[in-house]
C-alpha cells in the first residue's frame, strides 16, 4: 500500500510500505480518503520540531490528523463496523500529567497526535486505536476531514463561554477563523470578522459573518467601537498568528469580557497589564479538543454541510501530497483548505 512518507525534514516520497496484517486489540484499521493539511503540519513537514510538544523521533513519519476515512476491519472494540465512514479525533493523552488528572487532557504536556507523534492519514490504510474513531453518517469526505479543525474551534468558543446574542470579533479568516465564525453563528452571536485578504472576507460573509473588516489598529479599534455602540465586544477569538493582534484584542475587548488565543504564533507582543484589572478581563489560551467538542464539530460540520464546500479550495492525490505541502506552504491567497485524496 503507498504511504506519503516525510523522512527527514522537506523530503516527502510517496513509498510502498508494508501491510500490517489485522487489526490489534483495541485498534481499527481504516481507509483514510482525504486529509486536510494545516499550517501545524509545517512544522514537522520543514524540521521546526522545536515548535511541537516532546523531544521524540519525528522521522520517518506519515503526517495527516484531519482524517476522513472507512472503516475496513473494525477490531474486537465494537465501536464502528465496516464500511462506517470516521473522523480522527487524533488526541492521544498521557493520562498522568497536571491537566490530565485535572480532567483537560486537551492540555496534556506530553500528548502525542496521530499524524505528528505517530503515523497518520497520508496513506492507503491506518491503525488506530477505536478510541479515536467516530462514525460521521452519510457526511462527505471533504467536510469529514475538517471535522478536527472545526472541533478545535467549538473548544475555543466553549473556552470562551459564548452565549447567544453577544457580539465576536475573530482575528483570521483562514479555516480556523471561517470555522469560528460558523459556530459562532451558529450558536446565536453576532460576528465580525478581521482578515486582510478580501477572498476570506468573502468567505466569512458567505458563513454568515454580519460585518468584515480590514484596517489600521486605530481605524479597527473605531470601527469595533461604533458595532458595539462604545462597550467594545464580550468576546475577541484570535485565530490568525500574529503576536500583534493580542494586545489590540485586549484593548478592544468589553470590560468583564474574554479574549481567546487559538492562533500559534511564535513572536512576541508588548501587553498592558493594567488592562487586566482596569477591564477585569479574561485572556483564555484554547489547546485541541475534548471528545465531547469532536462529537458537537460533527454535528457543526453536518449542518452546514453545503456552505462549508467553499472551504475546500484545492485537491491533490496522495502521489503528489509533496506538492500539495509545498503549494500550501506558499501561502497562496486564493488557497484556504487544502485536501489530499488519499483513495
Ligand atoms: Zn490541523
Ligand atoms: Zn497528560
Known amino acids: ?117 505517530l503515523d497518520g492519514g497520508l496513506q492507503e490504510r491506518l491503525e488506530v486505536p477505536a478510541s479515536a474513531v467516530f462514525g460521521v453518517g452519510d457526511l462527505d469526505p471533504d467536510c469529514t476531514a475538517f471535522i478536527e479543525p472545526a472541533s478545535v474551534v467549538v473548544h475555543a468558543l466553549a473556552r470562551g463561554r459564548l452565549r447567544a446574542g453577544e457580539q465576536v470579533v475573530v482575528f483570521g479568516a483562514g479555516p480556523i477563523g471561517l470555522a469560528a465564525v460558523l459556530a459562532a453563528v451558529r450558536a446565536g452571536a453576532r460576528v465580525l470578522s478581521v482578515d486582510p485578504l478580501a477572498s476570506r472576507r468573502d468567505l466569512a460573509k458567505r458563513l454568515g459573518a454580519e460585518l468584515v473588516a480590514w484596517a489600521p489598529e486605530a481605524e479597527l479599534l473605531e470601527s469595533v467601537r461604533d458595532w458595539t455602540r462604545g462597550e467594545g465586544p464580550p468576546i475577541v477569538v484570535e485565530t490568525s498568528g500574529e503576536a500583534g493582534v493580542l494586545p489590540q484584542a485586549m484593548e478592544m475587548v468589553s470590560a468583564a469580557g474574554r479574549v481567546v488565543v487559538v492562533g500559534m504564533s511564535s513572536g512576541t507582543a508588548a501587553l498592558r497589564p493594567g488592562a487586566f484589572p482596569e477591564k477585569e478581563i479574561d485572556v483564555i489560551g484554547s489547546s485541541c479538543a475534548t471528545a465531547e467538542d469532536f462529537r458537537n464539530a460533527i454535528r457543526l460540520v453536518s449542518a452546514h454541510r453545503a456552505s462549508l464546500t467553499a472551504l475546500f479550495s484545492h485537491h491533490f492525490p496522495l502521489a503528489r501530497a509533496a506538492e500539495a505541502f509545498e503549494f500550501a506552504m506558499s501561502r497562496p491567497p486564493d488557497a484556504i483548505k487544502i485536501v489530499v485524496t488519499v483513495n
Not at 66 to 72: I, K
Open 1 to 117: 500500500m503507498l504511504a506519503a512518507v516525510t523522512r527527514s525534514p522537506g523530503a516527502m516520497v510517496i513509498e510502498d510500505v508494508p501491510d500490517s496484517g489485522p487489526a490489534r486489540a483495541g485498534n481499527v484499521i481504516v481507509r483514510p480518503e482525504a486529509v486536510g493539511i494545516c499550517g501545524s503540519d509545517f512544522h514537522l513537514y520543514s524540521g521546526d520540531v522545536a515548535a511541537l510538544s516532546g523531544a521524540r523521533d519525528f522521522y520517518p513519519r506519515i503526517q495527516g490528523h484531519e482524517v476522513s476515512a472507512v472503516v475496513t476491519d473494525p477490531g474486537n472494540a465494537g465501536a464502528v463496523t465496516a464500511g462506517d465512514r470516521i473522523a480522527i479525533w487524533p488526541l492521544l493523552p498521557c493520562g498522568r500529567c497536571y491537566p490530565c488528572r485535572a480532567g483537560r487532557a486537551n492540555a496534556c504536556v506530553s500528548f502525542r497526535l496521530i499524524g505528528v507523534h
